[in-house]
């Protein structure tokens, strides 16, 4: 009988190329759900146009409570669904969360729902330069 020897060099390099084809994979989907669902808007523009409108931090409420832009109202990503509607359909939103990932998720979900008009922070919190209200 004939015993098929694997070196365990190329069975790492077989699971490091797949989890790089699933980081790619999920990179790409993410990318493609955002632009389909809502308006990614630099610093500057989302500053200007968050005082006429819903600014949501999708954080937790305790990366909330430690700082936030002024102004913004904590629903965290995890009960999103549960307080979704109580975001008026006819004034728009602006997301933001610590990075962008859970922001473009959040955009999916309330464009499912029929929300228009929703932009998202481009480098969310960890990159905003502007006004912080710390806890």
Same mark, same amino acid.
């Given at each position: $009988?004939?015993?098929? /020897?694997?070196?365990?060099?190329?069975?790492?390099?077989? +699971?490091?190329?797949? +989890?790089?084809?699933?980081?790619?994979?999920?990179?790409?989907?993410?990318?493609? $759900?955002? %632009? @389909?669902?809502?308006?990614?808007?630099?610093?500057?523009? =989302? %500053?200007?146009? $968050?005082?006429?409108? /819903? @600014?949501?931090? #999708?954080?937790?409420?305790?990366?909330?409570? !430690?700082? *936030?832009?002024?102004?913004? &109202?904590?629903? !965290?990503?995890?009960? =999103?669904?549960?307080? $979704?509607?109580? @975001?008026?359909?006819?004034?728009? +939103?602006?997301?933001?969360?610590? &990075?962008?990932?859970?922001?473009?998720?959040?955009?999916?979900?309330?464009?499912?729902?029929?929300?228009? *008009?929703?932009? +998202? #922070?481009?480098?969310?919190?960890?990159?905003?330069?502007? %006004?912080?209200? %710390?806890?």
């Amino acid at each position: $009988m004939f015993l098929l /020897q694997v070196n365990p060099i190329t069975v790492v390099n077989i +699971i490091l190329a797949l +989890i790089l084809l699933i980081w790619g994979s999920w990179s790409l989907f993410l990318r493609v $759900m955002g %632009k @389909l669902s809502a308006t990614t808007i630099e610093e500057e523009e =989302f %500053k200007a146009g $968050m005082k006429k409108g /819903q @600014l949501i931090d #999708l954080r937790e409420k305790d990366e909330f409570r !430690a700082g *936030h832009i002024l102004g913004a &109202r904590n629903m !965290a990503y995890t009960t =999103f669904k549960e307080v $979704m509607p109580s @975001l008026r359909k006819d004034q728009p +939103i602006y997301l933001y969360d610590q &990075r962008r990932s859970l922001s473009v998720r959040a955009a999916y979900k309330l464009k499912k729902a029929g929300y228009d *008009h929703i932009y +998202i #922070l481009k480098g969310g919190f960890q990159d905003w330069t502007g %006004k912080v209200k %710390k806890g």
